[in-house]
């Protein structure tokens, strides 16, 4: 991944959450950052599994599609 290949973002995380993570990532002898990507990678996939959130992701499509057009006209 290059660096035009990349989007910086700011996370705010509660005090025990990031030092859980912290502590996960340094047993696992990655970086903080990679064990955060690691982990949207992971809900990214589990919501492109689940048929219910397929559902509403469809559902929510057709109302932007709706607006959107309706912004066009």
């Known amino acids: 991944m290059g660096m035009n290949d990349t989007k ?3 996370l705010r995380l509660a005090e025990d959450l990031a ?3 912290a502590s ?3 047993v ?3 970086t903080v950052s990679e064990g955060i990507r690691a ?3 992971r809900h990214i996939v589990a ?3 689940d048929k219910r959130f397929q559902e509403r992701l469809r559902e929510q499509l057709e109302k ?3 607006v959107l057009e309706r ?3």
């Open 24 to 26: 996960i990532c340094r």
């Open 19 to 21: 030092a859980e993570m």
């Open 39 to 41: 982990a949207i990678y």
């Open 28 to 30: 696992d002898g990655v």
């Open 71 to 73: 912004l066009a006209e």
């Open 64 to 66: 932007d599609r709706e």
């Open 47 to 49: 919501r492109r599994a």
């Open 8 to 10: 910086i973002m700011s």
